[in-house]
Structures are given as C-alpha cells and as structure tokens.
C-alpha cells in the first residue's frame, strides 16, 4: 500500500501563487510515476501534470507555462508549483502514484482562486 498525503491547497487572488505538496509512504518501491489531478464542480476530473520516475514532465495545455511539477525522491515527496492563477483553476486537485499493477490517490486538497 502507498498512503498519499497532500497540503497546501487554499484561497488565493488571480495572478497569485501556491504550492502543492504531496507526501508519499508505506510501500514506495516500484512507483512509475506521480501526479496531479484535479476536480472542478460538476466536472470530471483531470489530468494537470505527470512525472514519470527519471523522465520528464507532462503538463495539460491549460496549464503549461503556469505550473510546474517536480519530486525530490530522499523527502518521498512531489510539488506542484502554481503561478499566474486563473479562477478556472479552482478545483480539488489530487495526488497519485502509479504502480503496474495499482494506482493510489490521496484525499484531495481545496484550491480556490477568487478575488
């Protein structure tokens, strides 16, 4: 099992910053890849960024430019920096790790960019 545990989620201004962090632990071998979902209101949820183990990030088109996403591998750890924040960014956004065989999520952190 993976336990994943995001924070740094809150209110924020357009044109404002935050970072995400999610923390990683329990059974952390074999990981191919962390990410970053997200969940607006009444729509599904979906892809912002991807870090496969050793290789190089994917970013949705929505938010390249504005996000990026980075793991340092000793704290078990992967960020998601945010900049230039829209209010379509609101969202809860999700942190996952991909094995073979299994996908974990964590339990979500609130995001909300209004003024």
């Known amino acids: 099992q993976v336990q994943l545990v995001e924070s740094g989620g809150g209110l924020v201004q357009p044109g404002g910053s935050l970072r995400l962090s999610c923390a990683a632990s329990?059974?952390?071998?074999?990981?191919?890849?962390m990410g970053w979902y997200r969940q607006a209101p009444g729509k599904q949820r979906e892809l912002v960024a991807t870090l496969p183990t050793g290789g190089s990030p994917n970013y949705a088109d929505s938010v390249k430019g504005r996000f990026t996403i980075s793991r340092d591998n000793d704290a078990n750890t992967v960020y998601l920096q945010m900049s230039s924040l829209k209010p379509e960014d609101t969202a809860v956004y999700y942190c996952?790790?991909?094995?073979?065989?299994?996908?974990?999520w964590g339990q979500g952190t609130q995001v909300t960019v209004s003024s």
């Open positions: 996952n790790a991909i094995r073979p065989s299994q996908t974990y």
């Open positions: 329990g059974n952390i071998f074999g990981i191919r890849a």
